[in-house]
């Protein structure tokens, strides 16, 4: 089931409380000016945010001087070569960051995410109840650790 609605009626940060509030799984879709982006929920926390402007897990990592370009490179190349390895896998898997890390630098980028588009008031919006998306980045190493 998907409800949707215009932004200009319902804020973002009312979106979001309703589905943290109701423990609802699921994607919130938003799209402004032919610009998408995506916030999915598991149980009413957010599981990822994505939109075109944001920054990458592996911007963070970098930034924050936990990997160097050349981890990053060897990492990339991993994944190129084990099309089901995700770029956080092959990260945790040369031990080139922790459990720890690679969620930090997730945390970050869903938070500077969230707040971008918070201040957004005008374009659409869709929530799917049957879709809860993944950051690519670390999809594959989350769902590992979940399981």
Same mark, same amino acid.
Request: zero cysteines; glycine letters at 6%.
């Given at each position: ?11 973002? %940060? +009312? ?6 509030? $109701?423990? &609802? ?14 916030? $999915?929920?598991?149980?009413? &926390? ?8 944001? #920054?990458? *897990? ?17 990492? +990339?190349?991993?994944?190129?070569? =084990? #099309? ?11 031990? +080139? %960051? $922790?459990?720890?890390?690679? &969620?930090?630098? %997730?945390?970050?980028? %869903? ?7 918070? =201040? *957004?008031? /005008? ?8 879709? *809860?998306?993944?950051? +690519?980045? *670390?999809?594959?190493?989350? /769902?590992?650790?979940?399981?």
């Amino acid at each position: 089931m998907s409800i949707s609605g215009s932004l200009a009626d319902i804020a973002i %940060v +009312d979106l979001l409380q309703f589905v943290h509030m $109701s423990q &609802r799984s699921g994607t919130l879709q938003l799209e402004r000016r032919g610009e998408e982006a995506h916030i $999915s929920f598991h149980r009413g &926390r957010i599981a990822s945010a994505w939109a075109a402007a944001s #920054p990458s *897990v592996a911007n963070y990592l970098l930034e924050s001087g936990k990997i160097t370009s050349s981890q990053l490179e060897r990492a +990339d190349e991993r994944r190129r070569t =084990v #099309p089901a390895l995700s770029l956080g896998q092959a990260l945790l898997e040369d031990g +080139d %960051v $922790s459990w720890q890390e690679l &969620r930090d630098a %997730v945390a970050a980028k %869903v938070e500077r995410t969230i707040f971008e588009l918070g =201040v *957004v008031n /005008e374009g659409t919006w869709r929530r799917s109840a049957d879709e *809860v998306r993944a950051d +690519d980045e *670390v999809a594959a190493a989350l /769902e590992r650790a979940v399981d």
